[in-house]
């Protein structure tokens, strides 16, 4: 069974860094393509990051330079540096495992708050 932990959200100042983790069960994060997502109130669900078997990283274009997926292998937990934050950052951030398409896996979700 396939279980998605989050933790790491908060309230953070423009300007300032959190780092969210994702512990995975059920699965090997080394073998597979994890993600992570954000819903921001009132927008869809955006894609902010992936990480994939071969450790290629990919970004949306809003985030770049300012956000870093990794994943530590032994402890089967993906991270999401998030550096100089904007209040437009603010959104609650999900991590994300896709066994095939269609069939998605999501952890709680964890907030983060971004103050002006």
């Known amino acids: 069974q396939v279980r998605l932990v989050e933790s790491g959200g908060g309230l953070v100042q423009a300007g300032g860094s959190l780092r969210l983790s994702c512990a995975a069960s059920?699965?090997?994060?080394?073998?597979?393509?994890m993600n992570w997502y954000r819903r921001a109130p009132e927008k869809q669900r955006e894609l902010v990051a992936a990480?994939?078997?071969?450790?290629?990283?990919n970004y949306a274009d809003s985030v770049k330079g300012r956000f870093t997926i990794s994943r530590d292998n032994a402890k089967n937990t993906v991270y999401l540096q998030m550096n100089r934050l904007k209040p437009e950052d603010t959104a609650v951030y999900y991590c994300?495992?896709?066994?095939?398409?269609?069939?998605?896996?999501w952890g709680q979700g964890t907030q983060v708050t971004v103050s002006s």
């Open positions: 059920g699965i090997r994060i080394r073998l597979n393509t």
């Open positions: 990480i994939t078997s071969d450790a290629s990283t």
């Open positions: 994300n495992y896709q066994s095939r398409p269609g069939n998605d896996y």
